[in-house]
């Protein structure tokens, strides 16, 4: 039985409880958002106290914080960056993920923070990693467009940690290089402003100016990224971090996908030998985004199978229906927060980083006040459901998947 | 005294406009994009001669994102391009910025990452870099090419006139819709239409590009810029050369005025050069 060093795996984080939501379901590491100069500007983000937090409680789990200070600066940004950084030194965090080089200059001169550079200096060859590399930046995050040859050419020939990219939305420009939603809504893209205009639909003219009608309307839009396949691949490749993209994205997605490809990471690595594909898991995944996902530069696939024509709809999902508080071992009864709708007979999952995936029928619900109830329908409603096995704190319900 | 630096989209261009364009930008096959015209080296070389017989000025853009397997071919031409005696190589990826290291490299380097050229800090950094000159962004203001202006040393460049590329994918967007339908019009040009603004797209062989509706007219900012700034740009992309002509003359003579510049173009616009973006749209109640 080989057993193989385990690359990180990096989990987005959105606010504390995502934070911690993805540490205890596997995250070796997070990203997330300070007050202000990242990328995700409309996001809720951190408080310098909540990151002293998050830290702490990562810290506990030997888990990482890193923090996005990867804006593109513009000249009033400068101002407030020295005590920005010194700031976020002091929040204790494991490092800070830059794209403005001004920005790594200005963190060596005053203060020991560790550097990572962001996927937005569309890094994907040698001779640029061996550059920031002798800046002092300590891991790349390569381009979303990296392939297989790139990581393999860069790992052979520059001693820089990498991170790639396994799972979720993919940007459908050359990050950095699209500033759609600057000229189309005044929002600036390299600031955190990004209103996704890459998933407005557009009429493609031909050279007289006639529509060329589709079957749907043009949209630049790309599916989602899925590396599930070639976890081992990229596991045998020698990557650093394993980087899960979405920090606006739910407590359920969060767990889910950390959740799937722990269980990956570990299987291959604990064992390479007896290792085969789950194509379970792959279910999991493509139900909790509702968004299609696909491989897509790794192997140059990136062909049409990327597209994403499907207008701008997307449904919400609905399959997250609650999350476990507490559980009485005596009653067998779990103390839930809903997230979703549900009711007696509903067959549900239950699952969590501490239980195999439990699958049962709702047969039994109490309300806060003791009462026997059919139907939980109130948004955070505290109830009680009997479960067949022990379950945990933060263990998550979900409608039992087709 | 201000140069004036066009981006040209064929080489006859080159001939009409030696009298009144002070510099010329040219892209290389395979190692540009968002270029209306990429020449081999052969050409190149050809062009440079010309260029250099009439005292004027050839930047080179070299302004792919690049992937490790295109990096021999890069340096070829860059070992090329140092005995071309240039003005400069316009480049987007830092590789570019360590092999003029690793090989020694004597030509300047212009930092022309399109969109991240919006502060003096990141100037400075690439200046101590030995950059030598810098495209501003088309996404910031007239104040802040100003204050950049005050605040470091490198050579700015500042475009003046043209269509904006405002998004560049490694994705072959046409290719893939005509393909998803079953499409199979060949048209020599694309666009795209959304609320009454039309959109030229372009794909080639390594790049889907989008360009503003919008065609950048500068002219009043040139005149409140030149004494400062050296470098002003204006890409012929999609403009008709006898207008593009009449234009760079007219703003070389200064006799013209924005609305004279304004009647001979379809549609144009001052980007962003009095309007600032905004990137943050909601609030919370830590804030």
Redesign the interface.
């Known amino acids: 039985m080989t057993k193989i060093k385990k690359p990180e795996l990096l989990a987005p984080a959105g606010d504390l409880e995502r934070l911690k939501i993805a540490i205890i379901y596997g995250a070796d590491a997070v990203y997330i958002g300070g007050p202000s100069l990242s990328l995700r500007?409309?996001a809720?983000n951190f408080?310098f106290d909540e990151i002293k937090e998050g830290v702490e409680f990562a810290h506990k789990y030997n888990a990482k914080v890193f923090v996005t200070i990867n804006?593109?600066?513009?000249?009033k940004?400068?101002k407030e960056?020295k005590e920005y950084l010194k700031n976020i030194e002091k929040c204790n965090v494991d490092a800070i993920i830059v794209?403005?080089?001004?920005i790594?200059?200005?963190a060596k001169e005053y203060t020991n923070l560790e550097i990572h550079l962001s996927t937005q200096?569309?890094?994907?060859?040698?001779?640029?990693c061996?550059?920031?590399k002798?800046e002092g930046v300590k891991r790349i995050v390569l381009?979303r467009?990296?392939?297989y040859?790139?990581i393999k050419?860069?790992r052979e020939n520059v001693n820089i940690d990498i991170e790639c990219f396994i799972h979720g939305a993919m940007c459908?420009?050359?990050s950095?290089?699209?500033?759609?939603s600057?000229?189309?809504t005044?929002?600036?893209?390299?600031?955190?402003?990004c209103s996704q205009i890459?998933r407005?639909d557009?009429?493609?003219?031909?050279?007289n100016?006639n529509?060329?009608k589709?079957?749907?309307d043009?949209t630049?839009c790309?599916k989602d990224l899925s590396m599930l396949k070639y976890i081992p691949e990229m596991i045998d490749l020698g990557i650093t971090s394993f980087k899960i993209e979405g920090r606006m994205r739910s407590v359920y997605y969060i767990a889910t996908v950390v959740n799937i490809y722990r269980k990956v990471i570990d299987e291959y690595c604990n064992n390479k030998e007896n290792y085969k594909y789950n194509k379970e898991y792959e279910k999991v995944l493509r139900n909790c985004a509702n968004r299609d996902a696909v491989v897509q530069?790794f192997h140059h696939e990136?062909?049409?199978d990327?597209?994403y024509?499907n207008g701008r709809v997307e449904v919400s999902n609905q399959d997250f229906l609650g999350i476990v508080l507490d559980y009485n071992p005596k009653t067998k009864y779990a103390t839930v927060e809903q997230r979703n709708y549900f009711k007696i007979g509903d067959e549900i999952e239950i699952f969590g980083p501490n239980i195999d995936m439990i699958s049962q029928k709702i047969n039994s619900i109490i309300d806060e006040n003791g009462n026997n109830i059919e139907i939980v329908r109130h948004p955070k409603q505290i109830v009680q459901i009997l479960t067949d096995q022990p379950v945990y704190k933060n263990n998550i319900i979900r409608k039992r998947l087709t | 005294m201000s140069k004036l630096v066009t981006i040209i989209k064929d080489e006859k261009q080159i001939e009409d406009l030696l009298e009144y364009s002070d510099a010329f930008i040219i892209g290389v096959k395979d190692l540009s994009v968002n270029m209306p015209i990429y020449f081999e080296m052969d050409e190149v070389k050809k062009i440079n001669k010309k260029i250099k017989e009439n005292n004027k000025e050839l930047f080179i853009s070299l302004n792919k994102?690049?992937?490790?397997?295109?990096?021999p071919k890069l340096k070829e031409v860059l070992i090329e391009i140092e005995s071309l005696n240039i003005a400069g190589i316009l480049f987007?990826?830092?590789?570019?910025?360590?092999?003029k290291?690793?090989l020694n490299l004597k030509t300047n380097l212009v930092w022309n990452?399109?969109?991240?050229t919006?502060?003096?800090?990141?100037a400075?950094?690439?200046h101590e870099h030995n950059v030598n000159y810098m495209i501003l962004s088309n996404?910031?203001t007239l104040n802040?090419i100003e204050?950049?202006k005050e605040?470091t040393n490198i050579e700015l460049m500042v475009n003046i006139l043209g269509y904006?590329?405002?998004?560049?994918?490694?994705?072959?967007?046409?290719?893939?819709?005509?393909?998803?339908?079953n499409?199979n019009?060949n048209?020599?040009?694309?666009?795209?239409?959304?609320e009454n603004n039309?959109?030229h797209?372009i794909e080639d062989k390594n790049?889907t590009t989008?360009y503003?509706s919008g065609i950048l007219n500068a002219y009043n900012e040139y005149l409140i810029l030149k004494s400062k700034i050296n470098y002003f740009i204006l890409n012929s992309f999609e403009i008709d050369n006898e207008i593009f002509k009449k234009i760079i003359i007219s703003i070389k003579n200064e006799q013209t005025s924005e609305e004279e510049i304004n009647k001979l173009l379809v549609n144009t616009t001052k980007?962003?050069l009095h309007?600032e973006?905004?990137?943050?749209?909601?609030k919370?109640d830590?804030d």
């Open positions: 500007a409309n809720r408080t804006i593109i600066l513009h000249n940004e400068i960056l794209s403005d080089p001004a790594i200059k200005m200096q569309s890094t994907m060859n040698i001779e640029a061996k550059f920031f002798k381009a467009e990296t392939t040859e790139d050419a860069i459908s420009g050359i950095g290089r699209c500033v759609l600057n000229f189309l005044n929002r600036d893209a390299n600031r955190g402003g890459c407005w557009f009429d493609l003219l031909d050279e100016k529509k060329i589709g079957d749907k043009f630049f790309a530069f990136n062909n049409v990327c597209s024509y | 994102n690049f992937h490790t397997n295109e990096l987007y990826d830092i590789g570019i910025v360590n092999l290291q690793e990452q399109e969109h991240a919006t502060n003096f800090a990141t400075n950094y690439w996404e910031i802040e204050e950049i605040n904006t590329p405002m998004f560049t994918s490694e994705r072959k967007l046409i290719s893939n819709y005509k393909e998803k339908f499409l019009n048209n020599s040009k694309y666009y795209l239409h959304k039309i959109y797209l790049v989008m503003s980007n962003f309007k973006t905004i990137y943050k749209v909601k919370y830590k």
